[in-house]
């Protein structure tokens, strides 16, 4: 168990709808990152925030938005999906940011399936 | 831009033996971290070990060692007395440390199988 932790850890949705993905990350960790695995695209990075703020930016769709609260939780908002957002979600956590060799810990992922 | 390239999408190993997993990275930045990551068949992403840009001694953690040649740009994975449940995906990842950020670019991964 690495301590992150994410739900939900299935989702069934249609076309076009909204689905938001939450993730808890370990205690102390002010870093959150977001990332994709799909079949044809790999592993991707989406986004990252640290305390609070947004740090970087990947590859990342403008139907997608993210946000990191007070308490470190993250949340990240899909919306008008469509067939080619089904993928694995994940969310990771790290101490902190640039400059640090921190290792980023993986929560167990949202599976996201749109049909 | 930086890469992580990994050639075998799968290998086979016996029980008990010794199989190494190939990554070679390209990067400008002289400050970078290379990370090894399993992912078994129940989908999790897992933390195995890391090494980074600046360290002299290879890392190890358990039977996880980590085969760093810097010149050649290689960051080679050495799992030692193989397992039936290291069977899984392992994924080599860098870390890319300009703009202050920790994002970690992936390679396509290697299958790996054990077998009795």
């Known amino acids: 168990d690495s301590g992150v932790t994410q739900t939900p850890k299935h989702l069934i949705t249609a076309t076009g709808q909204r689905v938001t993905l939450r993730c808890s990350p370990r205690?102390?960790?002010?870093?959150v990152y977001w990332y994709q695995q799909s079949l044809d695209q790999g592993l991707q990075f989406l986004i990252q925030?640290?305390?609070?703020?947004?740090?970087a930016k990947g590859n990342i769709l403008e139907r997608f938005s993210a946000q990191q609260f007070p308490d470190l939780h993250s949340e990240l908002n899909l919306s008008s999906l469509e067939l080619g957002d089904s993928a694995l979600y994940f969310c990771a956590s790290s101490v902190t940011t640039s400059g640090s060799p921190y290792e980023q810990y993986f929560g167990p992922g949202t599976r996201l399936t749109v049909t | 831009a930086q890469k992580i390239t990994q050639t075998q999408p799968g290998m086979f190993v016996q029980e008990k033996e010794a199989v190494t997993l190939d990554c070679t990275y390209d990067t400008s930045d002289p400050s970078y971290g290379l990370f090894w990551y399993k992912q078994p068949s129940s989908g999790e992403m897992i933390f195995l070990i890391y090494q980074g840009s600046y360290d002299q001694q290879n890392a190890t953690e358990g039977r996880y060692s980590l085969n760093f040649q810097k010149a050649r740009k290689s960051a080679n994975l050495v799992i030692s007395a193989s397992q039936l449940g290291d069977s899984a995906m392992y994924f080599c990842?860098?870390?890319?440390?300009?703009?202050?950020?920790?994002?970690?670019?992936f390679g396509t991964g290697t299958r790996l199988q054990v077998f009795p």
């Open positions: 925030y640290y305390n609070g703020e947004e740090r």
């Open positions: 205690s102390g960790d002010l870093s």
């Open positions: 990842a860098m870390r890319e440390g300009r703009e202050g950020t920790d994002k970690l670019i």
